[in-house]
Structure formats: structure tokens, C-alpha cells
């Protein structure tokens, strides 16, 4: 399990600690052009319908049809209205619950396949840090035994599983001598968050996803955790996949940017292409009911009309058309598939009637962070 | 924010000594409530008392309590230096009473021991793997959850017949049921939560995570409510000896003797009803405990 | 509505089932030959094969499941040993005798506890609040049957007033003193249950909201007892079913001819039929009222129908 890493350097403590100190190249696989991920057509759905009497057994696809790719070293940012699937992808590249369809190739080899990488080893390249951050921590546990317990799952001894979560901390702000033996409940939301991050870093992976991971704090330190992220993922070399639902936090720390509504991907492209020459309809609306921050700007009409549709019955053809100010019968009829734009190929769109560089430039987007 | 990572290795005893300092861990700060109780304290030394006696009753220079004597029948307090007076054949109460002890503690501990052993492997385990084998497992226990507990005690040990294993054993079978139903329904809960995930995502097998994450979180409420069944079992064993189920003649045991002294209500209602006040007192005690268990734990962390 | 309603009976037909098998495997978990009683001495081979054929011993235990399952269903749960009449014409009257006994004292708890328990959780006073709440610690401590012999003690040997055993040919003198013993552990149960159900609702916002809007302490009370009263319904429910199943202990220290005293006297003589008979009649009664209750709950508790 910890093969990978222990042919790289003997297991001591001193090896162990080198290891976080610097960007590891030996474990590249693929080589820079190779992305780190590639997602192909993942789908999820789930059953709700029970085998009672009557009531047909209805499903919600939460997950429908995703895919897309993450360079080595970029942030890639995922947003959507709640409900939209980003936690349950989440979920779904983590192998924390079994995809029904799709492939997932981490660095060149495809995951669970039978000549590619395993999902015990996946777990050594790719981590999660959760949203809550109090019910992600143990209570029992001292957040130093709840960082050590990973590595020493993984095969590392107690003494150098404690060596690492201390060096840990110290990396993520918090000196040992004060918080290894504290209880979670002892910390504020900020240092919990701290501490699932050293706690995700622990398996030393190359991938981390932040599942909503600065969504309960308060401003002041969000801002704190976010340049921390940003700091450890040059120090490290990490890439990262970050999924919000804040728009202006997306905008902050991702390369690129992906958005979902229900269980699908209807954009991507790099954050400036998206924040600024926007092509779907519905991340258009997302951007503008984002409240300004000018007072002469206000907005008064809601840009999203009606209630976000039934994920057990989604809408036939395109999902977001009966929410959309230009839909049109066409949308009715067929899915759109993500077409590139004209300027930029790697933004994509899934729309019949994607939106124009004029389209964008009167929608009330208002940039928060220059 | 200091946060340039070191080079330089932590020196071990560094280590060692960053991960010693006092714990204000969860049983700690229980602990520390349970001393502030004075109800739980009180309740504490009575049973201290109580256990002791039973434990050293051998070396505790009392009368033989098989010895009988047909001239000195139920005689009252205090007569020729019975304290209690004697029983229906001759034989000294407190002696009785004390020796009396050590079975029935013991009929009314073991089972709950048992219980919580099995029907708390049982809750746990379908409580973390949910699904199906939770289900079978569920109903399988909700089958004998469908019998009145004492029902269930006297018709097993009526199968069975009588004696002190198999008291022991038909007790057990009733405990189990409740106990897994408390596990499996904490350990659904905590299997819920967002750590355990995490656990998983690390790769941990499901033994480790259990051992490691689950454990600590369900053993408090498994506790308070087996602590809980602890005086309803005394009360049920001493029962099934009161009806002749348990333990036979001539041993001296607090439900039996209320049994053979049934007659004697008459003539010494005082005696009679002695072994039944010990039945009470040990009952209440642990009651009254498991409930200041129960407080103490209540804390919101 | 209904849904919900087929749908409990649904999940418990297998226990029910689950219940029969357990009753059906208790007599052949009996050490010894269940045809040792009616054996008699010195009976040759032939004849003890014989009168296991007869009996149906002879044939694989899950066709004599089957084979005893159909009986039942049909009402013929075999016959005594001892005194050879149908099994379940034993068993009737000490029903009905056990369901007076346990529905007198139901009332007497319901009526005990739900006073306590309400006024300890309505009128927030310290001293009265630890005085219910030890009463009704020390009701759940105590072995009821020695509480019988207590009882005994006092109103019938000391001072005799009432009897002490027996039903007394319908002498509604000789119920009191068994029903006060069979109630006092479930007044307990009930008391503690109610006071915690009353001092959660009234914790809440609605509560305030009552108050509020002007309306007097009787009318609040009137909204706090529907709140209160689906809880105590299923611990009342429980209770009566529990009672009649753990009624053995009380039946024996009082003489009162119900199911209890019917069981303790089938075990010593080794009466299966009779045993099987009323551990079954009884667990299924139990069954039922459970079933009962759940259905009532969601009569009472509109929380429970949209489920």
C-alpha cells in the first residue's frame, strides 16, 4: 500500500517529515501533459421508491452523464445550486460510494480497472477535506490522533504516524505544543478546518477536493483558509478540486471552472473565460444574483424564475429550460451537448442558444476581486 | 500565521511529550461529574458496602447459613445473637442475607455482562453495515423483543428447568434483544457522521474503523442503558428463584428465601420480608446510579 | 391511512411467525422426553414407539412445525396432562382472569402516574419535582411480588382488613390489594415518562405562543395533554401488555387464579401443553397490543400519518 512511497524513501521519521517539505516528482506518472483526472460519463442514481404497496419506485439521478478533466497543478472549481450533484460527485470520485456508470483515470491509469491503479492506492494520491467541519472530527479523538490515524492505517508506525500529524500542523498554522491534544469541540471553525485539511494531507495525496470547505466559516477566515490553500498548493504541488456554491470564492481560487444543475455539467471553461464572456444561460443567472457590492447597482428582479424541477422527474430535452428566458422548442426536444466556444476551445457549453460576448456584456456581473 | 514547515526533525522526546499532556477527554470530564453527585456517591457506597460483604463473607465470622436448628424457628430480632433473628428452619438471617448476596448479585450481573457482550457485537455490527444484513439481523432480535422480558425468563427457564446456569443463560437471551436495539440504533447514527467517512476515505478496513472511531462514540449510550438493566435483572432473577426457577434449596439466595418464608408472614412478618428490602435497596442503588450515568454524560460538548 | 395500517401488519406477521417458532422450539429445548410425563413405567419399546407416532414425534421437526402451526390456527392447542381437557379451555378463563387484573391496574397507574408525573412536570416546584421523581425511581426498583408480600403484611396480617389471596368468588375486596401491587412498577414507568413528555413540551415555543395569545392556564393544559398524550399512550400500551405477561410473579404471591398462576403451576408439573399453550396465547396478545398501539398512534399523533 504505502509501497509507492516507501520505494521512494526508507520509513523514518525524518524521511517522512522530508516528504511534506517539497513537491514530489517521483510520483508522477503521466508526465505534465497527462491530466491528473479524467472524469468519463459518471452516473449515480438512487432509488427512493420503496417495495411498499403502491407508489411506484422513482429515482433521483443525482449524478447523470458527467465528464471533464483536471490539469496537474490546477484548481479546478465546481459550482452549482444545492441539489446539484457536486457533493455526490465528490463522493463518487472519492470511491466513497459506488458510481453505476463511467471511468475515472487518475494520472494515466483508469481506477478499479483491471490493469489500473487500485482504490487502496488511489487513496494515497487523492483526499477529501469535508464541509462540516465538526462532525468531520472524531470527539473522542485529539485532532493529533485523528491526523496520525491515517498514516497509520496505511502502514506507518505510531511513532512516525505522530511525528507526521505534528509536522502537520505546523504546517497548517497551528503550533503543536498548544493544539495536538485538543479535543475538537475545544477549537473554533477556522482551526477545525485547519485540521481536516493537515488531516486530508496526511495521506500525502497529489489531489485534494474541498467539498464545500469554507462554506460555514466566517469571512474573516475563510480568507485565512483560503490563502493557506493556496500557499500549501504551491509548497506541495498540489492540485485541487473545489466545489462551492460561493461565486465569488470559485472565482478566487480556481484556474478553471465547472457548473452543474441537476446532476449535470452545462459549463466549463478557465474562470475568466466563464466569469466574463459567459455562455449558458443559467451560470449567467448564477453571476447576477451574486447581491452587488456597488449601492448604485442594485438588483431588483430575481434572475431565476420558478423553483428549481423535480430531480426524480427532470424536464425532457435540456433540464434548465423551463427556468430559461430563451428557451425555445428545440430545448424541448434535445439535450444539448457541450459545444466549445468559438474563441476559446476549452469553454464549453451545453446550449442550443449559447450566449454571446454581447449577451455578456449586459448581464449585471459584477467582479468583486480585481 | 507562522507557517514556513520546518526542515529540521522533531526530536522523539519532543514528541512523546507534546502527546502526554492531561486529556480533558470525554470520560474525564464524566468522571470528574459523576465525583460531584451526591446521590451517585451515596448510592456508590451502599453498594460498595453491599458487594464487599458478599465478596468476603467467608472470612466475615458469620454463623454456618446451612446450619439449621428445628428448636430456634423464626425467632426475632436479636434472640441469642441473631441480629435478624433466624429463618423458618433455624438458620441465622444475616448470615443468610450476606451469603444470599453473592448469588443473587451474581445471577442479576452476569446475564447483563452477557448481554451487552452479545447484543452489542450484534447492534454494532448491523449498525455500521447496514442494508440488508441489518435488516435480518433487526427482525431476527425484534422476534424475541416481542416477548415480555419476565415471560420470556420463566418459559425459557421453565424449558430449561431450573438451576443457576440456566437462570442465567434464559436471563441473558432477554437482555440481548434490548442492548442490540440501543447499539444498532447509536451506531447507525455515528456511522452517519462525517469523520467516519473520512475514515473510509483513508482506506481503513472496517474492523479499524470500528475499533478505531465507531467504539469510543456508541459505548457511553450501550453502557448507560446496560448499567440500566443491571437492577431489573436482580429483580427478575431473585424473581425466577422466588417461583422456583433459579437456584434450588437449600442455598440461600434473597428471592428464594422470600419464597420459602412465604408461610412465615403470618408468624414473623418482619423476617419475611427481610430479603426483599436487601432485593429493593440493591435495585434502587443501581438505579439511581445508572441515572446519574446518564447525567453525567448528558454533556454538550 | 390505510397503507400505513396494512403495512404494520405486514411486518409483523413475521414476527408473529418468528414468535410461534420460538413457542414451538421451547418444548423441545426441554431437557428429557416430552412424553416422559405420560409414559408409563416400564413401557416396552414397541409401545413408546407407538406413542410417539401418535403423537406426531416420529416425524422431522419442520413437519411437526407445520403440523402444530395448523392445529393452532385452528384453536386445538392439544390437551393437558395433567387434566386432560383441551388446553385452551384452561387457558380462556385464566385470560380473562389475568385481563381484569392487569386492566384494573393499568387504570390505577395511568391514573397515579399521569397525576404525578404531570403536576412534577407542569408546576416547575424543586421540591415536589424530587419527590415524584425518587417516588417513581423507587416504583421502577421494586420487585413487585415482594411489594405483594409487603401489602400482605400490613393489610392482612397486621390489620386485617383485607384477604390476602385468592379471587374470592368476584369479592371485589380481594382485587384491591393485587392491583396496587401490579401497578406500582408501571405507575412509575408512567409517572417519569409524563413528567419528561410535559416538561419537553412545554419548553417549547408554541407553549409561549398559547400563552400569548391570551389564552388561560386550562386551555394551555388542554394543548399540553394532546401533545403529551400519544407518549404515554404507547407507554400505557406497553405497560398493559407487559403486565399481562409478567403478572406470573403477583398471580403467585396473591393465589389469583390468571395465566400466571396457571404457567407457575404447568412448570412444576411438567404440563407442556398447557406451558406451550399459554407462552403462546400470551406472546401473541403481546404481538397484538403492540400492533394496537402503533395503529392508535396514528390516530393520535398527526405526525405519524404523513409517514
Known sequence: ?370 | MSSTPTSLPTPAPLIAAAFRRPSRGFWHTVGTRLRRDPVTLTCAGILLVIITAALAAPWLGLDDPFKMSMVRRLKPFGYQGHILGTDELGRDMLSRLIYGGRLSLFMGFMPVILATLIGGVLGIVAGYVGGRWNMIIMRLIDVFYAFPSVLLAVAISGALGAGLLNSIVSLTLVFIPPIARIAESVTTQVRGQDFVEAARATGASTWRIIRGHVFSNVIGPILVYASSLISVSIVIASGLSFLGLGVSPPNAEWGLMLNTLRQAIYVSPLIAILPGVMIFVTSMCFNLMSDGLRSAMDIKA | MLRYVIHRIFYTLPIAIGVSLVCFALVHLAPGDPLSAILPENASPQIIAEIRAAYGLDKPLPVQYVIWLGKVLTGDLGASIKTGQPVLREIIPAVGNSLILAAAAICLAFAAGSVLGGVAGYTRNRVLDRVVTSTAITGVSLPHYWVGMVLIVLFSVELGWLPASGMGGGNWQNMILPTITLAVIPAGIIARSVRASVIEIRKQEFVQTLYAKGLDGRRVLQHVAKNVAPTVMAVMGLQFAQMLGGSILVETVFAWPGTGFLLNAAIFTRDLPILQGTILVLAMIFVAMNLLVDILQMFVDPRVKRS
Not at chain 1, 508526465?31 to 479524467?38: N, R, S, T, V
Not at chain 1, 507526521?164 to 498554522?173: D, I
Not at chain 1, 495536538?180 to 485540521?195: I, W
Open chain 1, 1 to 370: 500500500m504505502f509501497a509507492r512511497l516507501k520505494t521512494a524513501q526508507p520509513d523514518s521519521v525524518e524521511n517522512t517529515l522530508r516528504l511534506l517539505d517539497k513537491k514530489d516528482d517521483r510520483r508522477d506518472r503521466g508526465g505534465p501533459a497527462q491530466p491528473m483526472l479524467i472524469v468519463r460519463d459518471m452516473k449515480k442514481h438512487f432509488d427512493i421508491g420503496r417495495q411498499s404497496f403502491g407508489g411506484p419506485r422513482s429515482t433521483v439521478r443525482a449524478v447523470d452523464g458527467v465528464s471533464f478533466e483536471v490539469g496537474k497543478g490546477e484548481t479546478l472549481g465546481i459550482v452549482g445550486e444545492s441539489g446539484c450533484g457536486k457533493s455526490t460527485t465528490a463522493r463518487l470520485l472519492m470511491h466513497l460510494i459506488e458510481p453505476d456508470a463511467g471511468s475515472v483515470i487518475f494520472d494515466g491509469d483508469e481506477v478499479a480497472g483491471v490493469r489500473g491503479i487500485s482504490v487502496r492506492d488511489l487513496r494515497l494520491n487523492m483526499q477529501m477535506v469535508f464541509q462540516d467541519s465538526y462532525a468531520s472530527l472524531n470527539p473522542r479523538l485529539t485532532i493529533a490522533d485523528s491526523i496520525a490515524f491515517g498514516p497509520s492505517v496505511a502502514g506507518l508506525a505510531t511513532g512516525a504516524a505522530r511525528a507526521r500529524a505534528l509536522s502537520l500542523l505546523r504546517m497548517v498554522g497551528m503550533d503543536p505544543a498548544v493544539f495536538a491534544q485538543r479535543y475538537p469541540h475545544e477549537l473554533s471553525g477556522g482551526q477545525r478546518q485547519r485540521v481536516n485539511i493537515a488531516r486530508a494531507l496526511a495521506m500525502g495525496p497529489r489531489l485534494l477536493i474541498l467539498d464545500e470547505s469554507v462554506s460555514a466559516l466566517d469571512k474573516s477566515v475563510e480568507a485565512q483558509v483560503l490563502n493557506l490553500l493556496r500557499k500549501l498548493k504551491r509548497d506541495l504541488g498540489l492540485t485541487y478540486i473545489f466545489i462551492s456554491h460561493d461565486l465569488n470564492v470559485v472565482q478566487y481560487i480556481s484556474d478553471r471552472v465547472l457548473v452543474m444543475y441537476l446532476g449535470q455539467v452545462v459549463e466549463s471553461g478557465p474562470v475568466d473565460s466563464i466569469y466574463g464572456a459567459t455562455r449558458h444561460p443559467y451560470t449567467a443567472a448564477l453571476l447576477s444574483s451574486r447581491p452587488s457590492m456597488n449601492p448604485d447597482h442594485r438588483v431588483s428582479k430575481p434572475p431565476l424564475s420558478g423553483d428549481p424541477p423535480n430531480p426524480i422527474n427532470p424536464p425532457s430535452g435540456c433540464r434548465f429550460r423551463t427556468r430559461c428566458p430563451k428557451a425555445q422548442e428545440k430545448c424541448a426536444q434535445q439535450m444539448p451537448a457541450l459545444t466549445a466556444a468559438p474563441e476559446e476551445a476549452t469553454h464549453l457549453a451545453a446550449c442550443h442558444f449559447p450566449l454571446t460576448p454581447a449577451d455578456a456584456l449586459q448581464a449585471a456581473a459584477v467582479r468583486v476581486y480585481a
